[in-house]
């Protein structure tokens, strides 16, 4: 199975201020029609997840444009231009690329 | 408005069987590729199983394949997962997810407890 490592566990951000939030793949992500299917899911707490990036960079409808997704092959990102208090929550990549399709452990992201 | 409603969540002996389902509106439900991923309390999210949207494939997670099946009813927009012999770490809330992930339920709790 592919195993999603993220980093950090735990984000501790000021408000404003930007976030980055790193996703690596124990193998490569590329699928055979050339599309790299990473995606990154957002959870407040309380809440069900949410999509916000698909297929490395594209942003989901609605998901405000300070959210960006970026990287390849096996090593991701996840930036946060500016970080507002309704960011708070705990992050997860996941790759739709192989079977089974995996999740990275998740990341906390929370207000300093 | 997408909706995914999960029901068929609770208590469950060990080795017991449930039937979860999930009814969706909103979009063209035949069209798409349906999920369920679930959450153990205090954890973090697993993909469990996955149909295509004519229901001719299938796949699982390791941890449940043998043991589960996932389905769909095209004409009743509703996707399913029937899981037996259930352990204590199949206690979770269980997604139903659409479209790679696009679109998610409310999620209904599964506990098994003697």
């Known amino acids: 199975d592919v195993v999603m490592t993220q980093s950090p566990l735990s984000l501790p951000v000021t408000l404003g201020q930007p976030a980055s939030i790193s996703c690596r793949s124990s193998q490569s992500l590329v699928y055979s029609d050339g599309n790299t299917y990473l995606s990154w899911f957002q959870q407040r707490p309380g809440q069900s997840p949410r999509r916000l990036i698909y297929k490395v960079s594209n942003r989901d409808s609605g998901v405000p444009d300070r959210f960006s997704g970026s990287g390849s092959g096996t090593d991701f990102t996840l930036k946060i231009s500016r970080v507002e208090a309704e960011d708070v929550g705990v992050y997860y990549c996941?790759?739709?690329?192989?079977?089974?399709?995996?999740f990275g452990g998740g990341t906390k992201v929370e207000i300093k | 408005e997408v909706q995914l409603v999960e029901s068929g969540g609770g208590l469950v002996q060990p080795g017991g069987s449930l039937r979860l389902s999930c009814v969706a509106s909103?979009?063209?439900?035949?069209?798409?590729?349906m999920s369920w991923v679930r959450q153990a309390p205090g954890k973090g999210l697993e993909w469990v199983a996955t149909?295509?949207?004519?229901?001719?494939?299938?796949y699982y997670v390791d941890s449940v394949k043998g043991r589960s099946a996932i389905s769909r009813d095209n004409a009743k927009n509703s996707l399913y997962l029937q899981v037996n012999s259930l352990r204590a770490e199949d206690t979770a809330v269980y997604y139903c997810?659409?479209?790679?992930?696009?679109?998610w339920g409310q999620g209904t709790l599964v506990t098994v407890s003697s």
């Open positions: 996941m790759q739709g690329t192989l079977w089974p399709h995996t």
């Open positions: 909103g979009f063209t439900f035949s069209g798409y590729w």
């Open positions: 997810a659409g479209d790679g992930g696009r679109d």
């Open positions: 149909i295509r949207h004519d229901g001719n494939e299938r």
